[in-house]
């Protein structure tokens, strides 16, 4: 593979993108909401069923130390940047993450990070990385 004009070793790469699996210790789900359905006879709303593009091991990562405050509504929310890295190896899911989705922290190394709900803020993609990384951030 030629990466900048310099041959890339495809064995170095994968030895990066072994090195990465590795420290994947999160676990994670992508989702994004369903469509709700009104019933017009009981006047209620119906959630949709989720789609989930991803569930599996992940590494996540504060991309900021610091977050940025901002008002919405009536309320103060400090914005958090995070990196949640995939497996280079994932399959694409069925319709590409965009921004919106929502990543759920479903197992950590660190307790704080279980619950934890970001909203996804860009994808990239690449064939001389290690890692899929999707930006999301913390809106709490």
Known sequence: MRLGGALMDEGVLARGRAAAERRMRDRVTITRAGEDSFDWETGTDTPGQALVFYDGPARIKAATRTGEEVEAGEQ?????????????????????????ALVTVTASRDARFVGLTLWVTGV??????????????DRS
């Open 76 to 100: 103060n929310l400090t914005l958090s940047e995070f990196v949640v890295s995939l497996p280079w190896a994932t399959p694409p899911p069925s319709q590409r993450i965009t921004p919106g």
């Open 124 to 137: 990239e993609y690449g064939d001389a990385t290690t890692a899929w990384r999707i930006t999301a951030e």
